[in-house]
């Protein structure tokens, strides 16, 4: 994937454009964005662009330190947010939680 782009479920780009959405969680092959990069993003299902954001920051986070204030930055309940994170990367301990703001739509 190109570091420049970064693909969402199309699910989730409502809350994106709606500033509802700030953040992310993914595994370590999406560790490589860095604050202040500019970054195109496309639904994941087909690839359409529909919009830009900046990357605020990248951290590392334990699946067990995921708390009520990171589901609400994914505008999701705590059991929500676990169960989507394992449904997409099944038993996972470590993960890079990017946090974003839209920049263009």
Known sequence: ???????????????????????????ASESHYKAGQGVSVS????????????????ECIKFDELNSIHAEQENMTLPELREVITEIYGEIETLWMISFHLVRT
């Open 1 to 27: 994937m190109s570091s420049n782009k970064i693909t969402f479920f199309q699910r989730f780009e409502k809350d994106i454009l709606s500033g509802a959405k700030t953040i992310t969680l993914r595994d």
């Open 43 to 58: 639904t994941y299902e087909t690839d359409r662009w529909f919009c830009d954001v900046m990357i605020d920051s990248v």
